[in-house]
């Protein structure tokens, strides 16, 4: 069966980076676009980025253009997302999740189980 | 503050019919599709009506969605305990380039 499995959370200091990764398998990575959505504890969600099937297009929310990247290996059957100069208000559960089209425009399905990123000092 | 609006919360007894309302702009819901997503307490969220009313394998009937113009609507008929939890439509913008949710709906079973 599909399944996505985030990794890479953990505990940062503001101004530090943190790399999060999405393991996938039970299906053909390499034909589908990949999403990060994120969730602010007691929040809710919030698209952070999209990547293509082939990683040609890539697009940002603005809350996090500059200072994140998405990227995948599809030799590994892995996304990734780079979080740079992170910030107070980027604390939240990270979930990866599959597009149901090659690019961004489809729907998400399924999610991944999250992975807590938690900026402190 | 989300793109999209939703209620923050909704309310039923048991066997009732209630609906959420999901509200954009020509940009996002006027344009493009809209999902909804289910979120049960403790969970990651879950695909619950694609392309405005299609519901993936597995999701009861009681489960319908709607659209018209810039709004959309999610309908969940014989309530039940199990539909306690957070509702989220989404859809893509096409004048922002991004995709945009809607605050969430938290759904109470009284």
């Known amino acids: 069966q599909v399944q996505l499995v985030e990794s890479g959370g953990g505990v940062v200091q503001p101004g530090r980076s943190l790399r999060l990764s999405c393991a996938v398998s039970?299906?053909?990575?390499?034909?589908?676009?990949m999403h990060w959505v994120r969730q602010a504890p007691g929040k809710g969600l919030e698209w952070v980025a999209v990547i293509s099937y082939d990683g040609s297009s890539k697009y940002y929310a603005d809350s996090v253009k500059g200072r994140f990247s998405i990227s995948r290996d599809n030799s590994k059957d892995t996304l990734y997302l780079q979080m740079n100069s992170l910030r107070v208000e980027d604390t939240a559960v990270y979930y990866c999740a599959k597009d149901s089209h090659s690019s961004w425009y489809g729907y998400f399905d399924p999610w991944g189980q999250g992975t807590l990123v938690t900026v402190s000092s | 503050q989300a793109v999209l609006t939703q209620p923050p919360s909704a309310s039923g007894t048991p066997g009732q019919r209630v609906t959420i309302s999901c509200s954009g702009s020509t940009s996002n819901i006027g344009s493009n599709y809209v999902h909804w997503y289910q979120q049960l307490p403790g969970t990651a969220p879950k695909l619950l009506i694609s392309r405005n009313n299609q519901r993936p394998s597995g999701v009861p009937d009681r489960f319908s969605g709607s659209k018209s113009g810039t709004s959309a609507s999610l309908a969940i008929s014989g309530l039940r305990s199990e539909d306690e939890a957070d509702y989220y439509c989404a859809a893509w913008d096409d004048s922002l380039s991004v995709w945009v949710f809607g605050g969430g709906t938290k759904l109470t079973v009284l």
């Open positions: 039970g299906f053909t990575f390499s034909s589908y676009g």
